[in-house]
């Protein structure tokens, strides 16, 4: 593909409250056994994308161990290749990344050392699956000079989100980053294709102007003297920025067709694969409706709920619309109802959560190293 790749998955987001406090967003666990950054990387392979650079900041000890083998997703190459990029000390700046412009801005020498001439720039805590080679035909078919890819949500706060406007034409009129209220339910997804050069001279150009981020200082605010075009996608998206929302999107695996649509239509999603044994189902066990990845043992009643790798039930346990993150202990007659369980915790025997309103995150004082 004549296209380089970018993930931003630097961001920190206080929306996942405890979860976010010791991984990256883009490092947090998805369907048993992927990261919410394995999608777009799957993406970039599947579309045939061979450099792809991730841009990482905030809590990045987990996403960068994620990360250190490029060979899951084909990136272990001679030409091209994975490339992570965290902020670094220069004699010019001593900055963190202060936005999504100025972390290109901070790796402008891989833009510039690229000979591709388009950019695939995508967003690390999105779950979706998506061509990109199509949204690039499409941007040359519209000589576009930025092409957004959108969607249209239902019966989710849109607010979170850029809310759009196009014409017939597909021409972005409007644009409002998190506005207090919605004019319209299409939103970015926030996954971009431009040409590279321009890229360069815009990002070059917020430098010296001191302006910060990728859609405020260049979406809106070139919005009427760039060609900006809306690709529109209706197939699955998330984005699992909030609590609420990374709660749905794991539930959504335990619909047959997303698993379907996710695991078994082509192309497949890859994601760096742990040698841990199948799943043990003692007498007693009693699933149903559930995701259990590898390495679990279950002794309890499961039921609507989502089991990450190593996850030990207890007897008489009683696990009901919760998730369940890696390596967590449940002791004895524990009981846990729609919650989410950090990983590496050891949850004591006889242990009550639940939660009638919302998404209970249950932290014990005795948890291990979060990965």
Same mark, same amino acid.
């Given at each position: 593909?004549? @296209?380089?790749?970018?993930?931003? @998955?630097?961001?920190?987001?206080?929306?996942?409250?405890? #979860?976010?406090?010791?991984? /990256?967003?883009?490092?947090?666990?998805?369907?048993?056994?992927?990261?919410?950054?394995?999608?777009?990387?799957?993406?970039?392979?599947?579309?045939?994308?061979?450099?792809?650079? !991730?841009?990482?900041?905030?809590? @990045?000890?987990?996403?960068?161990?994620?990360?250190?083998?490029?060979?899951?997703?084909?990136?272990?190459? +001679?030409?091209?290749?994975?490339?992570?990029?965290?902020?670094?000390?220069?004699?010019?700046?001593?900055?963190?990344?202060?936005?999504?412009?100025? /972390?290109? &801005?901070?790796?402008?020498?891989?833009?510039?050392?690229?000979?591709?001439?388009?950019?695939?720039?995508?967003?690390?805590?999105?779950? &979706?699956?998506?061509?990109?080679?199509?949204?690039?035909?499409?941007?040359? /078919?519209?000589?576009?000079?930025?092409?957004?890819? =959108?969607?249209?949500?239902?019966?989710?706060? !849109?607010?979170?989100?850029?809310?759009?406007?196009?014409?017939?034409?597909?021409?972005?009129?409007?644009?409002?980053? +998190?506005?207090?209220?919605? %004019?319209?339910?299409?939103?970015?997804?926030?996954?971009?294709? $431009?040409?590279?050069?321009?890229?360069?001279?815009?990002?070059?150009? =917020?430098?010296?102007?001191? *302006?910060?981020?990728?859609?405020?200082?260049?979406?809106?605010? &070139?919005?009427? #003297?760039?060609r900006i075009y809306g690709y529109k996608i209706n197939t699955y998206w998330s984005n699992i920025?909030?609590?609420?929302?990374?709660?749905?999107?794991?539930?959504?695996?335990?619909?047959?067709?997303?698993?379907?649509?996710?695991? *078994?239509?082509?192309?497949?999603? %890859?994601? +760096?694969?742990?040698?841990?044994?199948?799943?043990?189902?003692?007498?007693?066990?009693?699933?149903?409706?559930?995701?259990?990845?590898?390495?679990?043992?279950?002794?309890?009643?499961?039921?609507?709920?989502?089991?990450?790798?190593?996850?030990?039930?207890?007897?008489?346990?009683? $696990?009901?619309?919760?998730?369940?993150?890696?390596?967590? &202990?449940?002791?004895?007659?524990?009981?846990?109802?729609? =919650?989410?369980?950090?990983?590496?915790?050891?949850? *004591?025997?006889?242990?009550?959560?639940?939660?009638?309103?919302? $998404?209970?995150?249950? $932290?014990?004082?005795?948890?291990?190293?979060?990965?």
């Amino acid at each position: 593909m004549r @296209a380089i790749g970018i993930i931003l @998955a630097g961001g920190n987001n206080h929306k996942m409250r405890e #979860l976010s406090q010791k991984r /990256a967003i883009a490092a947090m666990p998805i369907a048993g056994s992927y990261r919410s950054i394995d999608f777009a990387l799957s993406n970039m392979s599947n579309s045939h994308i061979q450099k792809v650079a !991730v841009f990482t900041q905030y809590n @990045a000890r987990s996403l960068n161990e994620h990360l250190s083998s490029s060979k899951w997703w084909d990136f272990g190459r +001679k030409q091209g290749g994975l490339y992570i990029f965290t902020p670094t000390i220069t004699p010019d700046n001593s900055f963190w990344y202060q936005g999504t412009a100025d /972390a290109m &801005y901070q790796n402008l020498n891989f833009l510039k050392s690229s000979h591709e001439p388009y950019v695939v720039i995508a967003s690390g805590d999105c779950v &979706y699956k998506l061509d990109y080679n199509k949204v690039l035909e499409y941007h040359i /078919a519209k000589r576009a000079d930025i092409t957004v890819v =959108c969607t249209d949500v239902h019966g989710e706060d !849109v607010t979170r989100f850029g809310c759009l406007k196009m014409n017939e034409d597909c021409r972005i009129e409007e644009f409002d980053e +998190k506005p207090m209220v919605a %004019q319209s339910n299409t939103i970015s997804t926030g996954i971009y294709v $431009i040409r590279r050069r321009q890229l360069i001279e815009l990002i070059e150009k =917020c430098g010296q102007e001191g *302006r910060h981020d990728f859609v405020k200082d260049i979406l809106i605010r &070139y919005k009427n #003297l760039k060609r900006i075009y809306g690709y529109k996608i209706n197939t699955y998206w998330s984005n699992i920025s909030t609590v609420e929302s990374y709660y749905k999107t794991n539930m959504d695996f335990l619909k047959p067709e997303i698993r379907d649509y996710f695991f *078994r239509q082509y192309p497949g999603v %890859q994601s +760096k694969i742990d040698d841990l044994p199948p799943a043990k189902y003692n007498p007693g066990a009693a699933v149903k409706n559930s995701l259990i990845s590898s390495g679990c043992i279950i002794n309890g009643q499961v039921e609507n709920s989502v089991l990450f790798k190593k996850v030990f039930v207890g007897n008489n346990c009683v $696990i009901k619309n919760s998730i369940i993150l890696n390596d967590v &202990y449940l002791g004895d007659n524990t009981h846990i109802e729609n =919650c989410i369980v950090e990983s590496r915790d050891t949850i *004591r025997a006889n242990s009550y959560f639940s939660s009638e309103e919302g $998404i209970k995150i249950v $932290i014990e004082k005795n948890e291990r190293y979060v990965l």
